[in-house]
């Protein structure tokens, strides 16, 4: 049973590495979690090849979310914007606060931009997903402006990031391209403490690629239109790329913690924060005050096995051992045309050789998180103390963790609504509105993500939509949640996360929160009852879609193959992203729309498929739908992980209902199969006239049309095509 929680904050080199190692070897009653506000982090060594173009996207970025599943830890997508030492908390941008016994930072560093002009005019080179966006915004704009005069550009900064950097922007940008690069630097020269032959090296790449270098020119402020130096020259350029010394986040400053100069956080020489023992830090956001190093990725990897043992030494209570990391290492410098420098105390050696020995160098240590075979390689997860999980009621959450968490949610008050939770009741009172009839419906689902906030927010719309499809107003909620075994330690935190996801979902929707039910068990379930009103005269059906109707579909498909990907460790972040990106969208907005229309026919699109709701919808009735495959918008990645084969557990059960479909023999196995992926917070399937399709269709984004109603014709009751 796991008893104490690490957080692990940011996916740098270290973490990534130290993941991989808890994977074969978990720390013993240790639950891991990774925070991270990007799902792909990129490998710092290979950024010049990608701005190069000599690597494409996913050959440089590590996934940390497939990474995390496929090893066991959990993981949340989220910006860490504060951190409280003494309540042991993490500040989570627009997310409840995270516990931890233990913390990990490895964030990275953030670019200084503390030079006037600066932060409004200068693209910082860290993060580097963020620099990757904006360089291929540059490129996007320059592709559009070629026919205008020489424009330039400049990078500050010729330490070894500055001048790969630049070397890599020529050779991507050609010797065509109307553009002039510039390196401008404080110094006599570039890459200050490199040996004579390594500068030589690089000096003569930025002569062969036309960079002009400009010495002694110290940065004073940033222009909208070039640079300012300290001696009042001046440099007229059309865009700055700032790759100077860098900082650490803004808030480990407000954090009490022991900090450097520049902002990274002081440790000792077991990584350990100098100011609090159960904080560790790694990588270019720690600052190593008994050996001082240089910010480079070698240390960041090496780092990784000190921090495991020692973070495993401290968990079980014991001496931790301290870190020794050798003087020398091998610089590789690449030099834009797959060309390369490096260097290693007295030996320097350039050329195309060299290039190819840091590619291979480069594409190994990438190697170890793209190709991660099956997750049973991994070790097993320790097992559950001795001692016995009650059942029945007794395996009811305690009070104190009940009480503790809803007194801190707010409620929503709703006419003739008494919940229970404000009352020491057994269940709640609803006195429903004259005229409006009662709509309930039950919907839950085992966990699919250890992500509890955003979970219970999913869970919420998805029960929400049975309402939203009978054009009922929903006004309650009750929820029943089962969690995983875990110490009561554990259970309080998942717990408050959890309920405040779901409360979000709830108070954005203007639905109250009624009372509910908790246990504890093997897994983590959820289950929502959802309570509303409606017009009986105006309640909309599954059945009534009418011939010359259009079927309009208000969400992509796809969410059951990206997680059933998901629970194998395959899935792309793109597609986690995006799925989940859908699946947080509520129906609430394609209701309201519809309230103003007079749909024939309406359902929402949930564990059957599209298909199987579609069946639904056209009955027993004399008509057939008629559905345009192209025109079936599915979310990224979900047609790419239907063509590996990938499925639903539920999609062998679901088949048959493509028996009642013609046009099969010209429809590609991964597109039946995405007529029936069980879709979890999936979107509304309605069928209404045209001229009521289009003003439907302005007012929910990313509704489509997806075929039409027509009179049966056939044995059939699906055509595609």
């Known amino acids: 049973m796991f008893e104490r929680d690490l957080v692990l904050v940011g996916g740098g080199h270290t973490h990534a590495l130290l993941i991989r190692q808890l994977a074969m070897k978990p720390i013993p009653g240790v639950r891991v979690t990774l925070v991270s506000d990007a799902t792909l982090t990129p490998y710092s060594g290979m950024l010049p090849g990608l701005v190069a ?21 959990r993981f949340i997508q989220g910006r860490i914007t ?4 003494a309540a042991k908390t993490l500040s989570v941008h627009d997310q409840p606060d995270l516990a931890y016994d233990k913390v990990s930072f490895d964030t990275g560093s953030t670019p200084d931009l503390s030079l006037p002009g600066a932060r409004s005019f200068a693209i910082g080179v860290k993060p580097v997903s963020r620099f990757y966006a904006k360089w291929q915004q540059l490129l996007d704009t320059h592709d559009s402006h070629r026919n205008e005069p020489d424009r330039h550009w400049g990078v500050v900064g010729a330490g070894a990031g500055g001048v790969e950097l630049v070397l890599a922007m020529a050779h991507r940008l050609g010797p065509d391209s109307g553009i002039q690069l510039h390196l401008v630097y404080p110094g006599d020269t570039i890459l200050n403490g490199y040996p004579r032959r390594s500068i030589r090296a690089a000096e003569n790449a930025l002569q062969r690629q036309g960079v002009r270098c400009h010495s002694n020119f110290q940065v004073s402020a940033v222009k909208k239109d070039g640079l300012v130096a300290a001696n009042g020259n001046a440099l007229s350029l059309d865009q700055t790329v700032w790759c100077t010394r860098a ?17 990274f956080l002081s440790v000792n020489r077991f990584l350990q924060s100098t100011s609090d023992p159960d904080v560790f830090a790694a990588g270019d956001v720690a600052d190593m005050v008994f050996d001082p190093r240089p910010k480079a990725g070698v240390y960041a990897v090496r780092q990784a096995p000190f921090l495991y043992d020692n973070l495993q030494r401290a968990f079980a209570g014991q001496a931790m051992k301290p870190v020794r990391l050798q003087r020398q290492f091998l610089s590789l410098l690449s030099l834009g045309d797959c060309q390369a420098v490096g260097h290693r105390g007295w030996f320097v050696a350039s050329g195309a050789w060299v290039w190819r020995w840091k590619d291979r160098i480069d594409r190994v240590f990438m190697d170890k998180f ?9 070790a097993a997860q320790p097992e559950e103390a001795a001692g016995m999980h009650c059942a029945g009621c007794g395996s009811k959450l305690g009070p104190a963790i009940l009480h503790e968490t809803l007194s801190t949610l707010a409620r929503t008050d709703r006419p003739g609504l008494t919940p229970a939770l404000d009352t020491a009741e057994d269940a709640s009172l609803w006195q429903p509105t004259p005229g409006l009839a009662q709509v309930q419906s039950l919907d839950g689902f085992r966990s699919f993500s ?13 029960a929400l939509s049975d309402l939203y499809a009978m054009g009922a107003q929903p006004v309650s909620a009750q929820v029943w949640i089962n969690l995983a075994h875990a110490h009561p330690r554990l259970h309080k935190a998942d717990f408050r996360r959890l309920m405040q996801g779901i409360h979000r979902a709830l108070t954005d929707q203007q639905v109250a929160l009624a009372g509910g039910h908790s246990t504890e068990g093997a897994e983590t379930h959820v289950a929502v009852v959802a309570n509303g009103e409606v017009d009986p005269a105006r309640a909309w059906r599954k059945s009534g879609a009418q011939p010359g109707d259009v079927l309009i579909l208000t969400k992509p498909l796809g969410t059951g193959v990206i997680w059933a990907a998901d629970a194998e460790a395959r899935a792309p972040a793109r597609a986690i992203t995006a799925a989940w990106d859908s699946m947080l969208i509520s129906q609430q907005t394609a209701w309201e729309a519809l309230c103003t229309l007079t749909p024939h026919a309406v359902t929402d699109v949930t564990g059957f498929g599209l298909l199987g709701h579609l069946l639904e919808m056209v009955g027993t009735d004399d008509i057939a739908a008629h559905v345009n495959l192209s025109a079936i918008p599915a979310l990224p990645g979900a047609r790419d992980l239907l063509q590996l084969g990938l499925r639903s557990s539920l999609h062998p059960q679901l088949l048959p209902y493509t028996l009642e479909c013609s046009g099969l023999e010209s429809v590609s196995e991964a597109d039946i199969a995405l007529l029936i992926d069980p879709q979890t917070s999936g979107g509304l399937l309605v069928a209404l006239t045209p001229d009521q399709a289009e003003t439907l269709l302005n007012q929910v984004p990313g509704a489509r049309t997806i075929g039409h109603i027509a009179r049966l ?3 059939k009751k699906v055509v595609l095509g």
Not at 82 to 85: E, F, P, Q, W, Y
Not at 247 to 263: C, E, K, N, V
Not at 370 to 378: D, E, I, R, Y
Request: net charge negative; hydrophobic share 30%; with cysteine.
């Open 713 to 715: 014709s056939g044995d």
């Open 247 to 263: 900082a650490g986040p803004d808030f480990l400053a407000r954090s009490r913690l022991d900090t450097s100069h520049s902002g």
């Open 53 to 73: 173009g000599h690597y494409k996207s996913d050959e440089v970025h590590i996934d940390l979310n497939r990474l995390c599943r496929w090893a066991g830890v």
């Open 450 to 462: 250890e992500d509890l906030y955003r979970f219970g927010q999913v869970c919420v719309n998805h």
């Open 370 to 378: 793209q190709t991660l075979g099956s997750q049973a390689m991994k």
């Open 82 to 85: 504060g951190v409280d030492a």
